[in-house]
């Protein structure tokens, strides 16, 4: 027990420190003065606002130099073509419409909340890593991790919604976490709330729900390969605590190999010493869990109980539908109110024809500028443990993996199509692609931006999951 109470007290201190770190570098980012930037969707929001309601939404007047910086960049955007509207963010254009009925627009507002939404954002990077593996020391090390990535912290000085949107998937990923380590009906109700939120910044974002229906199905077809390794390993792991216990209560000297093993495990977190009282208590198996208890058992094995599964596979795709409706809704609006606009295939034909061949080349590099290191390295972690058994690894982390893998793939495709769509109806408007169409592009290199600290996040559990998956195969080979 000696051993137990020295890890413990050199985690806490270890946890301690990586702490004081997070909030050092919190307040060295509150002091520090970044640049203003802006893109082109902030821009023809802002003047989709000022255009919108002029009375209300007067011009600020430029008292300071970056009040100066942020109005000539306004006025170097504006577009006042009709139909620009479509490139704005619905998001930005209701913040727009509620500051100017209280008489508050101001968009370096915007500046000042990207602090806020950072702090939110690698909270909820902590939550999620804490949900998945159960250590605080790790989730710690994400937050400190986050606060001193350099492109990250950058991002402050942008007057845009990427911030906003990233901390928007961060929370919708901390709350799948938890709803796979727990299944409550709450988490689950939030989830199905925080996706049309996600849209009405970034149609893209779609791709958060249809991952959920998506995974359910393809898990339904493939529950026996799942579930038989995982019910295997439970009647495994839970006799090897029963025994572990029962050597503990009755405090027998162990050698000194195994109780070194043992201590490491317990370390890691892969082992805890059971209640030598109570050896042979045993959860209820396929009870919920709720908010702040995880179930007993895998979620796969948990979901497909009592085909619990297809109750919110229903749920999921009625809230996809529904979503999708709305912006088809949106879509007809839009090209009802603008028939100039209109699209035929003619238009598809000659955009993927002759010199306009390159858009895609040109969209493929625009995504490849926005990886690095560290993202590919996350993204390769992330990679292997999609082939394991969920019984090797940590709860929840296979499906949680492939949660993520199909709602980034799908948020991929669904940016392309956007960027398309984009690229099109910017041709219609001013009757070539010009020195604007840069901009039009700009969603894909935003789109590693949103999914930034969940890559980083998921990364550093991937890693702790592979250390798993060696443990179990060093357990399984030593029985």
């Given at each position: 027990?000696?051993?137990?109470?020295?890890?413990?007290?050199?985690?806490?201190?270890?946890?301690?420190?990586?702490?004081?770190?997070?909030?050092?570098?919190?307040?060295?980012?509150?002091?520090?003065?970044?640049?203003?930037?802006?893109?082109?969707?902030?821009?023809?929001?802002?003047?989709?606002?000022?255009?919108?309601?002029?009375?209300?939404?007067?011009?600020?007047?430029?008292?300071?130099?970056?009040?100066?910086?942020?109005?000539?960049?306004?006025?170097?955007?504006?577009?006042?073509?009709?139909?620009?509207?479509?490139?704005?963010?619905?998001?930005?254009?209701?913040?727009?419409?509620?500051?100017?009925?209280?008489?508050?627009?101001?968009?370096?507002?915007?500046?000042?909340?990207?602090?806020?939404?950072?702090?939110?954002?690698?909270?909820?990077?902590?939550?999620?890593?804490?949900?998945?593996?159960?250590?605080?020391?790790?989730?710690?090390?994400?937050?400190?991790?986050?606060?001193?990535?350099?492109?990250?912290?950058?991002?402050?000085?942008?007057?845009?919604?990427?911030?906003?949107?990233?901390?928007?998937?961060?929370?919708?990923?901390?709350?799948?976490?938890?709803?796979?380590r727990s299944g409550s009906p709450i988490i689950f109700s939030g989830l199905m709330f925080w996706l049309p939120v996600a849209v009405v910044?970034?149609?893209?974002?779609?791709?958060?729900?249809?991952?959920?229906?998506?995974?359910?199905?393809?898990?339904?077809?493939?529950?026996?390969?799942?579930?038989?390794?995982?019910?295997?390993?439970?009647?495994?792991?839970?006799?090897?605590?029963?025994?572990?216990?029962?050597?503990?209560?009755?405090?027998?000297?162990?050698?000194?190999?195994?109780?070194?093993?043992?201590?490491?495990?317990?370390?890691?977190?892969?082992?805890?010493?059971?209640?030598?009282?109570?050896?042979?208590?045993?959860?209820?198996?396929?009870?919920?869990?709720?908010?702040?208890?995880?179930?007993?058992?895998?979620?796969?094995?948990?979901?497909?109980?009592?085909?619990?599964?297809?109750?919110?596979?229903?749920?999921?795709?009625?809230?996809?539908?529904?979503?999708?409706?709305?912006?088809?809704?949106?879509?007809?609006?839009?090209?009802?109110?603008?028939?100039?606009?209109?699209?035929?295939?003619?238009?598809?034909?000659?955009?993927?024809?002759?010199?306009?061949?390159?858009?895609?080349?040109?969209?493929?590099?625009?995504?490849?500028?926005?990886?690095?290191?560290?993202?590919?390295?996350?993204?390769?972690?992330?990679?292997?443990?999609?082939?394991?058994?969920?019984?090797?690894?940590?709860?929840?982390?296979?499906?949680?993996?492939?949660?993520?893998?199909?709602?980034?793939?799908?948020?991929?495709?669904?940016?392309?199509?956007?960027?398309?769509?984009?690229?099109?109806?910017?041709?219609?408007?001013?009757?070539?692609?010009?020195?604007?169409?840069?901009?039009?592009?700009?969603?894909?290199?935003?789109?590693?931006?949103?999914?930034?600290?969940?890559?980083?996040?998921?990364?550093?559990?991937?890693?702790?999951?592979?250390?798993?998956?060696?443990?179990?195969?060093?357990?399984?080979?030593?029985?």
């Amino acid at each position: 027990m000696a051993e137990w109470h020295r890890i413990n007290r050199f985690k806490l201190l270890v946890c301690l420190a990586l702490l004081l770190m997070t909030l050092a570098r919190m307040v060295w980012v509150q002091l520090r003065d970044f640049s203003v930037s802006t893109d082109y969707r902030s821009i023809i929001s802002f003047s989709t606002v000022t255009s919108l309601w002029p009375d209300q939404c007067a011009a600020k007047p430029t008292s300071t130099a970056k009040d100066a910086t942020l109005s000539g960049l306004l006025d170097q955007g504006m577009r006042t073509q009709p139909g620009f509207t479509w490139f704005s963010s619905s998001g930005l254009v209701g913040y727009g419409w509620l500051a100017c009925e209280n008489g508050i627009f101001d968009p370096l507002v915007i500046l000042q909340l990207n602090y806020l939404l950072l702090g939110c954002s690698v909270f909820a990077a902590t939550l999620l890593v804490r949900f998945l593996t159960g250590s605080w020391l790790l989730s710690l090390s994400v937050a400190a991790m986050l606060m001193s990535r350099g492109s990250y912290l950058a991002r402050l000085g942008q007057l845009s919604d990427s911030i906003l949107i990233g901390t928007i998937v961060m929370v919708w990923f901390t709350l799948a976490a938890h709803f796979l380590r727990s299944g409550s009906p709450i988490i689950f109700s939030g989830l199905m709330f925080w996706l049309p939120v996600a849209v009405v910044f970034e149609n893209s974002l779609l791709s958060l729900g249809i991952a959920i229906p998506g995974c359910l199905l393809v898990g339904w077809l493939a529950r026996r390969l799942l579930a038989l390794p995982l019910l295997h390993g439970l009647r495994l792991e839970r006799s090897r605590l029963r025994q572990q216990a029962q050597e503990i209560g009755a405090n027998l000297s162990l050698p000194l190999g195994k109780r070194t093993l043992f201590l490491l495990r317990n370390m890691l977190g892969f082992a805890s010493p059971l209640d030598p009282h109570q050896p042979n208590r045993a959860p209820q198996l396929y009870q919920r869990g709720n908010v702040t208890m995880a179930m007993p058992v895998a979620f796969v094995l948990w979901v497909y109980h009592r085909r619990r599964w297809l109750k919110l596979f229903g749920l999921s795709l009625l809230v996809v539908g529904m979503t999708a409706a709305i912006y088809g809704w949106q879509l007809r609006e839009f090209f009802y109110h603008h028939p100039n606009l209109q699209l035929s295939s003619n238009d598809w034909r000659e955009f993927w024809s002759g010199p306009r061949a390159d858009w895609f080349k040109s969209w493929l590099v625009s995504l490849g500028h926005g990886f690095d290191l560290h993202l590919i390295t996350s993204l390769a972690l992330l990679a292997l443990a999609l082939p394991q058994s969920p019984a090797d690894g940590i709860p929840g982390f296979f499906e949680m993996a492939w949660l993520f893998f199909l709602s980034f793939v799908g948020c991929l495709i669904l940016v392309l199509g956007s960027d398309v769509l984009d690229a099109l109806i910017l041709q219609r408007i001013e009757g070539g692609l010009g020195p604007w169409s840069v901009y039009a592009w700009a969603r894909v290199t935003q789109s590693l931006a949103w999914f930034e600290p969940v890559i980083l996040a998921m990364g550093v559990a991937a890693a702790y999951n592979l250390v798993k998956v060696s443990d179990s195969w060093l357990v399984r080979s030593r029985r």
